[in-house]
């Protein structure tokens, strides 16, 4: 069956980095979308950036642009978000998703990202 499983979450300083793993499995992972969205606490979901099967084309949400890295291994069936100059407002929850059609068809457990000092 499809699995999504992220890592690399913790707790970090302002101004800090992080790389969130996303481990995809049960499904032919470059053949789809794939996407990071995360939820706040006390807020509702974000999409927080996306890449298409290949990796040559990245999308990212305004909040994140410029600070924030997409990335995919095909080989390693492994989705990456390289995450600098991180804010408080970053804070989150992280979840890979799926993209199929128009849908985020699957969903992770999610990573907690969490900055503060």
């Known amino acids: 069956q499809v699995q999504l499983v992220e890592s690399g979450g913790g707790l970090v300083q302002p101004g800090g980095s992080l790389r969130l793993s996303c481990a995809a499995s049960?499904?032919?992972?470059?053949?789809?979308?794939m996407n990071w969205v995360r939820q706040a606490p006390g807020n509702g979901l974000e999409w927080v950036s996306g890449?298409?099967?290949?990796?040559?084309?990245?999308n990212y949400a305004d909040s994140v642009k410029g600070r924030f890295t997409i990335s995919r291994d095909n080989a390693k069936n492994t989705l990456y978000l390289q995450m600098n100059s991180l804010k408080p407002e970053d804070t989150a929850l992280y979840y890979c998703?799926?993209?199929?059609?128009?849908?985020?068809?699957?969903w992770g457990q999610g990573t907690q990202v969490t900055v503060s000092s």
């Open positions: 049960g499904f032919t992972f470059s053949t789809y979308y």
């Open positions: 890449m298409n099967p290949d990796g040559g084309s990245t």
């Open positions: 998703t799926r993209v199929l059609g128009n849908e985020y068809d699957h």
